[in-house]
Nanobody, 121 residues
């Protein structure tokens, strides 16, 4: 099983920046895609950004040109650099990792615990 630990959330003023991190731990697995989702109060969880094992990235239109997803494969960690933050970015942010179990060859998904991002003056 893969465990994910997130960090980096907090309170920031509009126009500010935050960097989220999500580290995967466990044994006998290989990581495929790594993704960030967010869920605002009263809204459905939405996909924010994704990065494949080959480094191909994709973003929701609402965060393009403001957010950057990256990964460090040696550290099994995915990052989300968030710039020019807006109040509407306020949400709980979750990382999600698609991974393959070595012994079985099965593909599985794990979720982080979530980290609160609040953008307010």
């Amino acid at each position: 099983q893969v465990q994910l630990v997130e960090s980096g959330g907090g309170l920031v003023q509009p126009g500010g920046s935050l960097r989220l991190s999500c580290a995967a731990s466990g044994s006998g697995f290989s990581i495929n895609a790594m993704l960030w989702y967010r869920q605002a109060p009263g809204k459905q969880r939405e996909l924010v950004a994704s990065i494949t094992s080959g480094g191909i990235t994709d973003y929701a239109d609402s965060v393009k040109d403001r957010f950057t997803i990256s990964r460090d494969n040696a550290k099994s960690t995915v990052y989300l650099q968030m710039n020019s933050l807006k109040p509407e970015d306020t949400a709980v942010y979750y990382c999600n990792v698609d991974w393959t179990d070595g012994p079985s060859g099965l593909s599985r998904r794990s979720w982080g615990q979530g980290t609160q991002v609040t953008v307010s003056s």
